[in-house]
């Protein structure tokens, strides 16, 4: 995995604590304000599934011309946000929802990631469904522009996950921007087609072909290995069978090939639709 180190500026920036829990009623925190972002929680119910749920949403809302990233953050060195819920009482689970991301390109790379801000999802049950869950939640992300920051906020909420409103339209919104799962996909969602590994001569590689529908606006593809094993960004390598799109990801430097074997791919396909997210085990 490529080091965030870069000969440049680094700043370190620890956004405060949010003064004060907010109580059952009130949809969001005070925002908290960092070095060109700001942070806050929202919180509602939402459908997820086919149940209602408590969601909170870390909202990061970046200064003009910044961008912050992805859980894989791609070639550019960013750094991926972290959640930690630990300090939490009466919590029983949290599940963190990433929207579908971008491919950005700057000066040190390509970097994968959001631009203006993002809002994180965040599923969260109660250990006892009687009582408020007493949320502390601290998030340490990445921003970047000229320099790269690492951040960090630390924030509180308490809410009644039985007696919460429905979720802010822009937790909603966010949700609909989460990679769906292939019983999930809808139609104007992307479909992946087919993923074929060559772990071995002198061009190992990995060929992924997805269907786009529409015009294929924005269609593009990020792949994740298990046991956090490095891959490279796909490059769209052209038409494949019938509608279909190819990409493909250069094993030939940076990785070892032979270590992908029996390993699962996760892939997110997004476009200007839909997004959708497959796994696949390579043979």
Request: net charge neutral.
């Amino acid at each position: 995995m490529h080091s965030i180190t870069r000969p440049m500026a680094w700043l370190m920036v620890a956004a405060g604590l949010a003064q004060g829990a907010t109580a059952f009623a009130q949809p969001a925190t005070p925002w908290t304000e960092g070095y060109n972002s700001k942070t806050r929680l929202l919180a509602g119910r939402a459908l997820l599934g086919a149940e209602r749920l408590a969601v909170v949403g870390v909202e990061i809302a970046l200064a003009p011309g910044w961008k912050t990233y992805w859980r894989a953050p791609g070639d550019s060195g960013g750094v991926p946000p972290s959640f930690d819920l630990s300090r939490s009482k009466n919590l029983a689970s949290a599940t963190v929802h990433y929207p579908a991301p971008h491919r950005m390109v700057d000066a040190a790379g390509e970097a994968v990631g959001y631009k203006g801000g993002v809002i994180f999802p965040i599923e969260v049950v109660a250990a006892d469904r009687a009582k408020p869950i007493a949320l502390e939640v601290v998030i340490e992300y990445g921003i970047c522009r000229e320099i790269c920051v690492p951040a960090e906020a630390r924030m509180s909420l308490v809410l009644d996950p039985a007696g919460l409103a429905a979720a802010p339209a822009a937790i909603t919104a966010a949700l609909e921007t989460v990679p769906r799962a292939a019983g999930k996909r809808r139609p104007t969602d992307p479909e992946l087609k087919a993923v074929t590994a060559v772990l071995a001569g002198d061009k190992p590689r990995i060929e992924i072909e997805a269907v786009f529908p529409g015009s294929g606006e924005g269609a593009d593809v990020f792949v994740e290995a298990s046991e956090g094993i490095y891959l490279p960004l796909p490059r769209r390598i052209g038409a494949g069978a019938g509608p279909a799109l190819r990409f493909e990801i250069d094993l030939a430097t940076g990785v070892e090939p032979a270590e992908l074997k029996g390993k699962t791919l996760t892939i997110t396909l997004v476009s200007a639709t839909g997004q959708s997210e497959a796994a696949r085990t390579i043979d």
